[in-house]
T-cell receptor, first 113, second 112 residues
Framework: NAGVTQTPKFQVLKTGQSMTLQCAQD?????MYWYRQDPGMGLRLIYY???????DKGEVPNGYNVSRLNKREFSLRLESAAPSQTSVYFC????????????FGPGTRLTVT | SQQGEEDPQALSIQEGENATMNCSYK?????LQWYRQNSGRGLVHLIL?????REKHSGRLRVTLDTSKKSSSLLITASRAADTASYFC????????????FGKGTRLSVIA
């Protein structure tokens, strides 16, 4: 039981490049989330998926797209990376909305130059 | 915008002392949670307190909630060096149908 896994752990991109951050959970959770964490800003929600087949914008969705590929996997895509997207990205999952407790992956540290 | 705000931003104590962190929030909540983040790691859920609860305990953790003041506190008793981490409060709004909103965190340093 690996919990929530994220790939890659580290990534350096040049401005304008694209990439997809992968997230998978093996806990059969319905809801999945993508956050970014910047120094002094706490965690900010980018997108979330309350259940398979649905996605919704969070607080800071601009510049990102997501895909809930199946119940296990939720990917985050940067179509044209910008230096402002330099951050640490965390994926999380939750069993159901009623349970509220979230389980986090180890994070992806992304640098855009 | 951040719903919860932790106070203080940073806290340094000696091993064995108690650590208290506070969280204030702006709008009515369904529940409030506390998470810990060790350096370079993901967040780990510590404890959840519902809006109709006033106090909750889990091991060395004690959480209080005052909905009239829109505030919560996390007390870690008999702190250890391993408690060194950032601590975040997170709220679910009263509709219950919203994602967690995190505060900016308190950085706790426990000196051996």
């Amino acid at each position: 039981n690996a919990g929530v896994t994220q790939t890659p752990k580290f990534q350096v991109l040049k401005t304008g490049q694209s990439m997809t951050l992968q997230c998978a959970q093996d806990m059969n959770h319905n809801s999945m989330y993508w956050y970014r964490q910047d120094p002094g800003m706490g965690l900010r929600l980018i997108y979330y998926s309350a259940s398979e087949g649905t996605t919704d914008k969070g607080e800071v969705p601009n510049g990102y797209n997501v895909s809930r590929l199946n119940k296990r996997e939720f990917s985050l895509r940067l179509e044209s990376a910008a230096p402002s997207q330099t951050s640490v990205y965390f994926c999380a999952s939750m069993r159901t909305r009623g349970s509220y407790e979230q389980y986090f992956g180890p994070g992806t540290r992304l640098t855009v130059t | 915008s951040q719903q919860g705000e932790e106070d203080p931003q940073a806290l340094s104590i000696q091993e064995g002392e108690n650590a208290t962190m506070n969280c204030s929030y702006k709008t009515s909540i369904n529940n409030l949670q506390w998470y810990r983040q060790n350096s370079g790691r993901g967040l780990v859920h510590l404890i959840l307190i519902r809006s109709n609860e006033r106090e909750k305990h889990s091991g060395r953790l004690r959480v209080t909630l005052d909905t009239s003041k829109k505030s919560s506190s996390l007390l870690i008793t008999a702190s250890r060096a391993a408690d060194t981490a950032s601590y975040f409060c997170a709220t679910v709004l009263s509709s219950g149908n919203t994602p967690l909103v995190f505060g900016k965190g308190t950085r706790l340093s426990v000196i051996a």
